[in-house]
């Protein structure tokens, strides 16, 4: 694939990932964590691609965040931190056999994820010509 092509595939997972974490946030907190994630991931992925950036990982894309956006003066610092928090959740979700997401946190992480999109979305011109009309 392409740079373009890479950047649109991330640019729709983070999409749909975000509609998924809203459709199941009153279902179960966990999944509605995970996908909430998902959604800032793939879309700062989207971004990065799009500037012909790929990482290996998680760690490889959160740092990338902390030091290429909001270091860099692209991001504010509450969008920094909404990234890591996101990845904490997603990690207690997935893991944490003792301790599980609560509703909330899960309606503040959707929320975290939409702000996320929403700023790919707002530096990412050539993302928005895929979004349907």
């Not at 890479?6 to 199941?24: I, K, Q, V």
Request: aromatic share 10%; proline share 2%; glycine share 6%.
């Amino acid at each position: 694939m392409s740079e373009g092509e890479d950047a649109l595939w991330f640019w729709r997972h983070a999409r749909t990932a975000l509609s998924a974490a809203r459709r199941t946030l009153d279902i179960d907190a966990s999944t509605a964590s995970n996908r909430a994630y998902y959604a800032a991931f793939y879309a700062v992925s989207a971004l990065f691609a799009a500037e012909g950036r790929t990482f290996r990982g998680h760690s490889g894309v959160e740092a990338a965040v902390h030091r290429d956006l909001v270091r860099a003066g692209r991001w504010s610092e509450d969008l920094g931190t909404a990234f890591g928090e996101l990845h904490r959740l997603r990690m207690t979700a997935d893991y944490d056999v003792s301790t599980f997401p609560s509703v909330e946190e899960a309606q503040e992480a959707v929320r975290q994820a939409k702000m996320i999109v929403e700023a790919v979305r707002d530096a990412c011109p050539e993302l928005n010509q895929s979004e349907p009309s």
